[in-house]
């Protein structure tokens, strides 16, 4: 009986705290209300010890978790900087897993900041008009016209489907594939 007390406060209460975004991708995931809450959780604390950090540059880098797995996408200029953030994530409650997913910190004037938000646009439309697949869990990151896709989905049919739309789009270089299939 606490725990449905506790469950129904934390549904309650969790649209005042992060607003109506929150609650839509709170109903269509994959997880349950706990577990997603705990990632959101998990996300914000990694982040919030990056942004404290003289080496790690949150600016530079993502950070996403799904089911305590803890995905650092992006940018490093040194395998020390890696480290600590390997490091730094580890001192999170509830991560359980670490993913570093970097690039080489460099300037490339085939590739830009442009370039990147285009290419993520054109991924993200790919995946919104395909009705035959369900890609609300799935983020898609592009670095350095590199696409990293993480995320939750429900069969190894979307699984394919979603990396398939990713290698279609003229521009990315390559293609990292983090899906994981939850039933």
Not at 41 to 62: F, H, P, Q, T, W
Request: aromatic share 6%; with cysteine; hydrophobic share 45%.
């Amino acid at each position: 009986m606490r725990r449905i007390l506790i469950l129904l406060t934390c549904l309650f209460l969790l649209p005042l705290l992060t607003g109506c975004g929150t609650m839509y991708k709170a109903a269509v995931d994959q997880r349950d209300v706990g577990t997603f809450v705990d990632d959101g959780r998990i996300e914000s604390s990694v982040r919030a010890l990056y942004i404290n950090d003289g080496l790690v540059k949150l600016r530079d880098i993502s950070v996403n978790s799904y089911l305590g797995t803890v995905y650092v996408v992006g940018e490093f200029e040194s395998d020390q900087q890696k480290m600590r953030a390997v490091k730094l994530a580890r001192q999170v409650e509830g991560v359980r897993k670490i993913t570093i997913v970097p690039f080489a910190k460099r300037e490339d004037p085939a590739c830009g900041t442009t370039d990147d938000l285009t290419l993520y646009a054109k991924i993200k439309k790919l995946l919104v008009e395909d009705e035959n697949i369900w890609s609300t869990q799935v983020d898609v990151k592009t670095v350095q016209c590199n696409a990293v896709v993480l995320g939750l989905v429900a069969s190894q049919r979307d699984a394919d489907a979603i990396v398939r739309h990713v290698n279609s789009v003229e521009g990315v270089r390559t293609v990292q594939n983090f899906i994981r299939i939850v039933k």
